[in-house]
Every structure is written in C-alpha cells, then in structure tokens.
C-alpha cells in the first residue's frame, strides 16, 4: 500500500484551507491506482472548489522491483538530494537508482523505462538534439515523450522559450543507438543525478579531444 500522509493546503488564490491526501511512495507492483494517477499527471494534484490546481511538490519513492529501478523525488535541493543517496547506500539496492526534482521528470524517467532504452544515453541524445536547434536551444525544456518502433523514430515535447507550448518533435532511434556504443565508456556509474546538467557536463567530455 502506497505510503500517504494527511495535510492542510491553502489555495494560493482564494486562501481556503481543506485537507489532502498527499502520496509519499508509489510500488509500481502495489499500488495500480496511485502508478496511474502518476503517468496521468494527476497524483498530488490540488484542486480547489474556486478552479485552482497545483500540483503538490513533495518527496516521493517509487520503486520498481520488477523492472530493478528506483527512484526518488527530492524538490527541496541539494540537502535531500544527499539524503536519498544516503538512503540508496543503505538500502543496497540492485539496479538502476534515480532522483529527480518533480514528479513529471519521473514520469518521463518511466517512458524512457517503457520504451526499453537507458535513460542516460536518452539524456546525451537530448543535448545533441537541442545543440542542433540552435546556440540557446540547451536552456528549453525537451521531455522524451515515446519510441515509434515503425519508423524507428524517438518522439520528444520541445517546450517553448518560456516553458510553455509543447510541440511534438521526432528525431531518429540511430541516433540513440549509435551514441549508446560510443558513449559507453561515460555510462554513469554510482551516479543518481543524471539530468540535464549531467549530459552537458558529460557531453563535454565526449567531444573534448584526445590527450
């Protein structure tokens, strides 16, 4: 059964307070209701009688035995971030451990999971197919969004220069899988933060010339 905890929210535009059900863990084996809200977008999801919605920022663990992945969600920075990795350390974990900022970066952790490819050579695609849209493209949102196995096709959302808009985009699985190879050898290892400023930091290094 999913791990909750009952709490007051305040509605940041009317000021009503009511009581919530927030979710603080999700087994993907266990709770079917709660995996669900989660790929929909609608887990921890406040909405108030006056027509305000937020989602709720809050540290969750999803775990999925199965599939040997492990994540957590730290949105409270750098302090909780070193708390789930000592968290990971101590639970001895078999698989692959991630932690993210908010819950839809763990949604598109789980579509990369899905599609059956490996979510840091997924993240150093993302910064060679932002680097090609342009100069100041590295600073927009792209999510992974699916596989298209019937054209080999990789689909993203490509936010727009104010996080807003998403646009579908394609780009082709070859190039995903021609990168996994050649970047093997910076594959992380120990490392839970693999996000945007990790590919970037790591893409570095890819490119950066011999000796």
């Known amino acids: 059964m999913a791990l909750v905890s009952e709490t007051t929210v305040k509605c940041p535009a009317c000021g009503a307070a009511q009581r919530f059900r927030l979710v603080m863990s999700v087994d993907a084996l266990k709770d079917a209701a709660e995996l669900g809200a989660l790929r929909e977008g609608t887990l921890n999801l406040f909405t108030c009688p006056c027509g305000k919605s937020a989602q709720l920022a809050g540290r969750l663990v999803f775990t999925d035995s199965a599939r040997g992945f492990f994540c957590q969600v730290c949105p409270g920075g750098a302090q909780q971030v070193d708390e789930a990795k ?47 849209l342009g100069p100041d493209a590295l600073n927009r949102v792209l999510l992974f969004d699916g596989l298209e196995p019937g054209n080999a096709t990789l689909r993203w959302l490509l936010f727009d220069e104010a996080g807003q808009r998403p646009q579908l985009v394609h780009s082709p699985l070859d190039a995903y899988t021609r990168g996994l190879e050649a970047w093997r050898p910076f594959e992380p290892t120990g490392e839970v933060l693999v996000d945007r400023r990790w590919a970037v930091e790591t893409m570095a290094k890819v490119v950066a010339p011999a000796g």
């Not at 968290?87 to 078999?94: D, G, H, K, T, V």
């Not at 900022?101 to 899905?114: F, S, W």
């Open 86 to 132: 000592a968290a990971f350390a101590q639970a001895r974990l078999s698989g692959t451990q991630r932690v993210v900022p908010t819950l839809n970066a763990l949604v598109e952790k789980l579509k990369v999971l899905d599609a059956g490819l490996v979510d840091w050579a997924v993240e150093l695609t993302k910064t060679l197919l932002l680097a090609s």
